[in-house]
């Protein structure tokens, strides 16, 4: 059985129990004897990452504008080579060959009622020197947006979710043959310009809603925090919820003779040109519109009347861009693992920015550098981890996953047999430690959390986030939870960094790591994401980015120590248990509710409550989804659950008397088991419609784009309504969870022979 919280106050007991005779380890997956060194190879460990190297790599590597392809994108890779074989590490570039669209020409202008252009520019801010590197800087666009120039109406479009369009049709509003300007948030870019596609717009501008991080929320840089008048949001635009990495070469590594489509065929490439604006730029635009009011919810923070048009307003987009390929340099050390080398463990944060991203990567990454710094460090003073261990630095991240997709793709073969687990980050800030991925993982990222101190309150930065997650219970039940469930749950990954091709696409348990919640903003993807913002608002004293270190390092090391692989599935058993409940419900809300609005049709509720001045057209009958058995999923998930129950009790037993059991040499099978155990979550032709997703439990939405979809099969075909779909989703899915049951047996056999 596994100890529940071991907060900090229990530390000193535990410690007493193991100068004593101890009868069980405390630590997963290692022997008593192992246990005690690995904690004393830790304690060195966590003593060596500093906040002044931290600040000092962060000002080196975010000096000037280094995106993809840019000379200094180069220049940091080489660095970062450098300073992994100045650690004494062995490491390499990687390099592949990727289509990475840049900016040629960009129009966005005001036609009729009124003439206005668009600046299209962010201006320097005095006292941050950075922020004037104009030559370098890449302007203000969306990558992989489609080559466009047209004239149509301009309509407002909320966030450009599927809602809003089904609210626009009750409005009697068609963005049929319209230019659409939608704002920031509420979903990932790239599905912006997709559902104005699929509605027939022909164009798309993004802008940045004063009220979602702009003046509404604070004050705005350089005086505070918060998107200033011209700040502009870059970002990729590429359909990523299809697949993530080079669009020329899905499912195979963009080596320089890959086999690459045209550009003409590639499929994650916009169907309609977009482009990114200031709401400086946007204010003219959104003041010229006019018919209808703009819904209550969806009037942002500017000083106007938000209506939705279909115009007077009429805008022109041109977008060009140069569609060159261009190189990509992963950054790749290995310490190879002492008795399993053929087991890796893989860390990786990306290195790549829109411009010189001191948050935005560079705040997850200068951790990463000091936990490299100190195993080579540890490694003189003769730690020798079992597994390997591979630290990785990113390109193209910002593109889409570039630089980890190509890697994964490249690397398939080996990574199936050999991945252990991947953890990544993506930036890091000041608060609340947030752990999301793999529930296999769950218990074990818990028990790392117990035992890094919060830089600010010197709890434990796992009591700190209970103690959150307690404030933030919105209801007594989850008040309990909160308070009594040995783990704090982990969030499940959708995608929005590399931890994609990993989990989603291989089946390697994975874990994304970070700290924030205190270091709010509204520099992403702008110039002002520097050296100056980041160190006068966010982490400041780089104390969280030395947490990040020590979180992330004491895990690798952790994973790459045990004898045995300190996976456990009665979580994840758990979990998948509340999300199958979730589409159950999901699909008897569906019915509940196309039964009742159905109904209020037939009864004239529609027409009779419309205001007569206002043009509204009611919403048409649909049919009543027809009922789905889900007994097959339940009966799956009762031997999931079983099978759970049977690994742990065998743990217990592996694990009784010192654990000496674990050392025994049997223990290399029981791994090589364990690591097929999220493989197994996996189905070779993946989802509908996007086969390179090939996670059964976790994945990206398809009209959410980061927000994820969990048993996405099935969810997406009940909302879809897609009911032949959904029947066969469901089947897929006990298919998924007997494979996974089978998996998990098998290891639980493997664990039985270390007690015979
Ligand atoms: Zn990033």
């Not at 922020?131 to 992989?144: G, I």
């Not at 659409?180 to 501008?205: L, M, Q």
Request: charged residues 25%.
């Amino acid at each position: 059985m596994r100890p529940t919280a071991r907060p900090l106050a229990a530390v000193a007991l535990g410690l007493l129990l193991l100068a004593t005779a101890p009868s069980s380890t405390d630590l997963r997956g290692f022997t008593a004897e192992s246990a005690k060194a690995e904690r004393e190879w830790e304690a060195k460990f966590r003593a060596i990452p500093s906040p002044d190297s931290l600040r000092e790599y962060m000002r080196r590597l975010s000096a000037r504008p280094h995106h993809l392809g840019s000379p200094y994108d180069k220049a940091n890779a080489e660095w970062i080579l450098a300073k992994f074989k100045s650690f004494g590490l062995d490491a390499q570039i990687e390099q592949f060959d990727v289509l990475f669209p840049t900016p040629k020409e960009r129009v966005v202008e005001l036609v009729a009622p009124t003439r206005f252009v668009a600046k299209l520019q962010e201006p320097p801010v005095p006292g941050d020197p950075t922020s004037s590197q104009q030559v370098e800087q890449l302007p203000t666009y969306n990558a992989y947006s489609v080559d466009g120039d047209l004239t149509a109406p301009l309509v407002y479009v909320n966030y450009g979710v599927p809602a809003d369009y089904e609210r626009l049709e009750r409005m009697g509003v068609s963005v049929k043959g319209a230019i659409v300007i939608a704002r920031y948030f509420g979903s990932w870019r790239g599905i912006k310009p997709k559902v104005a596609a699929e509605h027939g717009a022909v164009g798309c501008i993004i802008y940045s809603d004063p009220k979602d991080d702009g003046y509404t929320q604070g004050d705005v840089y350089p005086q505070g925090p918060w998107r200033p008048k011209d700040g502009v949001q870059r970002g990729s635009v590429m359909d990523m919820p299809v697949h993530p990495g080079d669009p020329l070469t899905p499912g195979v590594g963009a080596t320089r003779d890959a086999k690459r489509l045209a550009i003409g065929d590639a499929q994650t490439i916009t169907k309609i040109p977009v482009l990114p604006i200031s709401y400086g730029d946007a204010q003219p635009l959104l003041a010229a519109l006019a018919g209808p009011v703009a819904p209550e919810p969806w009037r942002g923070g500017l000083g106007i009347t938000y209506h939705v048009g279909p115009g007077p307003a009429k805008v022109h987009l041109r977008v060009k861009a140069d569609w060159s390929v261009k190189p990509l340099y992963d950054v790749i050390a290995r310490i190879p693992g002492s008795t399993a080398p053929d087991e890796w463990v893989i860390r990786g944060n990306h290195h790549d920015a829109w411009v010189n991203g001191a948050e935005d990567p560079i705040s997850g990454l200068v951790p990463l550098l000091e936990e490299a710094r100190a195993y080579g460090q540890l490694l003189k003073q003769g730690w020798r981890p079992r597994r390997t261990i591979i630290y990785a630095a990113w390109d193209g991240e910002e593109q889409g996953l570039l630089g980890s997709t190509e890697w994964v793709e490249a690397h398939a073969d080996e990574l199936v047999t050999k991945a252990v687990a991947y953890l990544n980050t993506d930036t890091n800030g000041r608060g609340y430690l947030f752990m999301a991925g793999s529930h296999s993982l769950e218990s074990f990222i818990n028990d790392v959390a117990r035992e890094i101190e919060d830089p600010q309150t010197k709890l434990s930065v796992w009591k700190r986030r209970q103690l959150r997650a307690i404030a933030d219970a919105d209801s007594a039940a989850a008040r309990q939870e909160a308070r009594e469930r040995a783990n704090l749950r982990i969030g499940a990954l959708g995608s929005g960094s590399d931890y994609t091709p990993f989990l989603q696409h291989a089946g390697i348990a994975s874990l994304n790591l970070g700290y924030g919640g205190e270091d709010d903003g509204g520099i992403y993807h702008s110039i002002y994401d520097d050296f100056k913002w980041y160190t006068t608002f966010d982490d400041t004293s780089f104390v969280y980015g030395r947490a990040l270190a020590r979180t992330v390092g004491t895990a690798v090391m952790r994973l790459a120590g045990a004898e045995v692989l300190p996976y456990e599935f009665n979580g994840l058993a758990e979990t998948v248990g509340r999300y199958v409940k979730e589409v159950e419900k999901l699909h008897t809300d569906k019915q509940d509710d196309t039964r009742e609005r159905n109904r209020q049709i037939d009864e004239g509720v529609f027409t009779a409550t419309a205001d007569p001045r206002v043009t509204f057209v009611p919403p048409p009958k649909e049919d009543v989804p027809a009922s789905l058995n889900f007994a097959p999923v339940d009966a799956a998930l009762a031997a999931l659950t079983r099978a759970a129950d049977r690994y742990e009790t065998a743990f217990a037993k592996a694990q009784a008397n010192g654990g000496a059991a674990l050392a025994r040499p049997e223990a290399a099978a029981l791994n090589a088991a364990l690591l097929q155990t999220e493989r197994a979550l996996t189905s070779r032709d993946g989802l509908p419609r996007r086969p390179w997703y090939r996670h059964q439990i976790y994945a990206p939405g398809f009209y959410t784009g980061y927000g994820v979809k969990t048993l996405p099969g099935v969810r997406e075909a009940i909302e879809q309504r897609h009911w032949k779909e959904a029947d066969e989703q469901i089947s897929r899915l006990a298919q998924t969870l007997a494979a996974e049951t089978d998996a998990i047996n098998r290891a639980a056999e493997q664990m039985d022979k270390l007690t015979p």
